[in-house]
Nanobody
Framework: VHLVESVGGLVQAGGSLTLSCAAS????????MEWFRQAPGRERESVAT????????DYADSVKGSFTISRDIAKNTLFLQMKSLRPEDTAVYYC?????????????????WGQGTQVTVSS
């Protein structure tokens, strides 16, 4: 599976930005998709997760109420709508997917990452 993220950008504090991530390849085996972010000097952290088939979501406490993860199954595209952005949301944002399937040899599971996109929130 190949993941291509939209370009991030520079946003003023309090502003909004929506990221997208287009998946291609063996998308029929997508199990979950997730947004991670990594700020300078910090570890990569999960921001939001969505189950591809059922659509259930989960969010990091730091973004609950301000970020919304969604997907368009027909277009194999993941979205992250970010509102009320704060300078501490500044980071490189990564799209991630877990692919799960079964063959005659058993269950397989692979992880794929996008290239990352910079989001900068100015104060």
């Amino acid at each position: 599976v190949h993941l291509v993220e939209s370009v991030g950008g520079l946003v003023q504090a309090g502003g909004s930005l929506t990221l997208s991530c287009a998946a291609s390849g063996r998308t029929s085996n997508i199990y979950t998709m997730e947004w991670f972010r990594q700020a300078p000097g910090r570890e990569r952290e999960s921001v939001a997760t969505i189950r591809w088939s059922g659509g259930s979501t989960d969010y990091a406490d730091s973004v609950k109420g301000s970020f919304t993860i969604s997907r368009d199954i027909a277009k194999n595209t993941l979205f992250l709508q970010m509102k009320s952005l704060r300078p501490e949301d500044t980071a490189v944002y990564y799209c991630y997917t877990k692919v799960v399937g079964y063959t005659i040899e058993g269950r397989f599971e692979f992880d794929y990452w996008g290239q990352g996109t910079q989001v900068t929130v100015s104060s």
